[in-house]
């Protein structure tokens, strides 16, 4: 009977382990499951070569309404199509990667940047002042112009940007619109003074 007993307890005492072990390795599979479903999420709305946010997570961002204004600016590299014409692709792609970890480096935490597309980039700046705005894209612009291409040297960018304001309250897809108009005209500018330059 003592030994029943004995024996009881020791089946009890091991199925009670077994359990807790069993709920441990549980724990242990669900946060596993969770970091995954974390690295997809991220993945999902990261641009894979510039490690900004990508063309998705901006229109994402685009359709829902911002509780407090933003600053948004549309960036173009100008002469980016010569880098990679000169060097090619591959360097190419590897200075768009350098290029997304500039503009990491040149805007604040609570701000956002996207790449929409090929040398193309959108910058939203969680304030309103425009004069803070302004200098963070100067201060891109000659980080760009001073841009090295590693093992072959120096490759000065050009940075074409406008901004828009996208009011409390609103979704930000016409800041973007009226951005990206004036980015165009700036290039045109730019294009038009580099001709007039070049004919003096």
Known sequence: MIEAT???????????LYALLQRRELLMLRRQVRALEAQAATQLHTDPLTELFNRAALERWMDEAQPQAWLLAVCDLDNFKALNDRYG????DEALRDIG???RSSIRQEDRAFRWGGDEFVICFRTEDRGLVEERLHTLERRLANFYVRNHGPAS???SWAIALVPAGSTPRAGLQEADRRMLD???QRRVALAGDTGA
Do not use: N
């Open 6 to 16: 004995v024996l009881a307890t020791l089946v009890a005492s091991g199925l009670g």
């Open 89 to 92: 692709h591959l360097v190419g």
């Open 101 to 103: 970890q500039l503009i």
């Open 157 to 159: 960018l050009g940075l």
């Open 186 to 188: 700036v290039k045109r």
